[in-house]
């Protein structure tokens, strides 16, 4: 089955500087990868998602890169703020199967 | 976005007694929601998978007579916590997707303490 790793587990950044996690998956037949944002007390939301056939896509300060090859797909936050503190997670899943998440990165943004 | 609202938000039950939490989905159907279980400082543990109208698959280690999953309709799926003990003192996490390998939904969580 499916298997997601994630890098980093804590992040700490200032606020305006870039914000990047990674994550690896082992399925060649997923293709589906979204990121999600948790913050405490509350249930994840989605806040961006990628399909294997684009290598990248971005919205306004977040964009996620996917390289198929290598089987790793980034989540790059720019311009961070303190609002953007939170637990992210990746995912990955494929069409017959449930999404399998990462182990989340605690991102702090210190202002 | 899809909206998953998920009820209650906190209950504290006492030992033995159960415990039902409901997540339903407000502006679509559902033709699949999950139920994950979360540690403090943890990432989602997927517990069961459910589809409307057919028995729920448990994942591993899961026990069903415990975790009671109904998925009575495309909006609608509970989960009742059987007998509840301490350990099982939880945040509990439902989702749901309009259809296999989409955007899942997660409803707000409940926290669930058991005295």
């Known amino acids: 089955g499916e298997n997601v790793e994630q890098h980093p587990s804590t992040l700490s950044v200032q606020e305006g500087d870039s914000a990047v996690i990674k994550c690896t998956y082992s399925d060649s037949a997923s293709n589906y990868f979204p990121w999600y944002k948790q913050e405490l007390g509350k249930g994840p939301q989605l806040i961006i998602d990628i399909r294997s056939n684009v290598g990248e896509k971005k919205d306004q300060r977040i964009a996620v890169t996917l390289n198929k090859t290598a089987k790793h797909f980034s989540l790059h936050i720019t311009e961070t703020q303190p609002e953007d503190s939170a637990v992210y997670f990746c995912?990955?899943?494929?069409?017959?199967?449930?999404?399998?998440f990462g182990t989340g990165t605690r991102l702090q943004v210190f202002p | 976005g899809a909206v998953v609202s998920q009820h209650p938000s906190r209950v504290i039950c006492k030992s033995g007694t159960s415990v039902k939490i409901e997540c339903r989905s407000l502006d679509f159907q559902a033709t699949t929601m999950f139920w994950y279980r979360q540690f403090p400082k943890q990432s989602l543990m997927l517990m069961a998978t459910?589809?409307?109208?057919?028995?729920?698959?448990?994942e591993q280690g899961v026990e069903k007579d415990k975790f009671l999953i109904n998925h009575a309709s495309l909006t609608l799926s509970t989960l009742t916590v059987t007998s509840a003990h301490p350990e099982d003192s939880s945040f509990y996490i439902c989702?749901?997707?309009?259809?296999?390998?989409?955007?899942?939904?997660f409803g707000q969580g409940t926290r669930l303490t058991v005295v």
């Open positions: 995912a990955a899943s494929s069409n017959t199967d449930k999404l399998i």
């Open positions: 989702s749901a997707q309009r259809v296999m390998n989409t955007e899942a939904f």
């Open positions: 459910s589809n409307e109208g057919s028995k729920a698959t448990y």
